[in-house]
């Protein structure tokens, strides 16, 4: 069962969210991140704050995060076993954690991105600094090890110093990878809206879905 808590927050949201194909749209990255701006946007959910509206991009794409690591644990370019999300009182810079390929432990950080081109919104060096401070510090990230910095984001890429500092620690599943793994994958969207809604009907019992 996915470990992701936010669902919790919107039900009813998660769920339409990740029920498609819906309405003649195709099951792609591109309708999932067009699906949060709808949401987030003026017809939308009314949301207390710009910060509870950014939130709610960054948790969607959290629970895709989890739901994409889990399908995919076995790639050996970008799998990561034993996913587990940080809870909120311990999330200083890691949204999640998991073993990589040679099962040493590795960091994830979730950047929604709702232009996924503009170089100008590429996760900065200073949002990856504090992920792997964070690991190193808090979570037992080995600094030495390779592939144990995860970028999950709907960007195309992050920026220049990341790659330049990081190196090979760094793995950037970026729009690309994720629209290559899931456009058009039934298989995919047919697993994940199961596992939203088996989260849903566990713990969200006063909900009918």
């Known amino acids: 069962m996915l470990k992701t808590a936010h669902i919790a927050a919107y039900p009813s949201k998660y769920l339409e969210l990740f029920q498609v194909p819906k309405d003649g749209n195709q099951d792609t990255l591109r309708e999932f991140v067009n ?15 710009a910060d509870d509206r950014n939130k709610f991009k960054g948790d969607a ?3 895709l995060s989890e739901i994409f690591f889990t399908i995919f644990n076995a790639d050996p370019a970008m799998g990561l076993t034993d996913y587990a999300p940080i809870t909120l009182d ?65 960007a195309d890429d992050v920026t220049h110093q990341c790659h330049t500092v990081f190196g090979n620690k760094l793995v950037v599943v970026n729009y690309a990878v994720i629209q290559r793994a899931i456009d058009n994958n039934r298989n995919f969207w047919a697993l994940a809206y199961e596992k939203v809604k088996e989260y849903i009907e566990y713990h969200c019992g006063s909900y009918s879905i």
Do not use: W
């Open 90 to 154: 311990e999330d200083y810079g890691v949204d999640a954690k998991g073993l990589n390929a040679t099962g040493d432990l590795a960091m994830v950080q979730v950047k929604f991105r709702g232009n996924h081109s503009d170089p100008s919104t590429f996760p900065t060096y200073a949002e990856i600094s504090r992920t792997f401070a964070s690991g190193v510090i808090q979570q037992g990230l080995d600094p030495s090890k390779d592939k144990t910095l995860f970028v999950f984001t709907t």
């Open 61 to 63: 794409l959290e629970i």
């Open 35 to 49: 699906a949060i701006k709808r949401l987030t946007g003026p017809n939308g959910i009314q949301f207390r704050s």
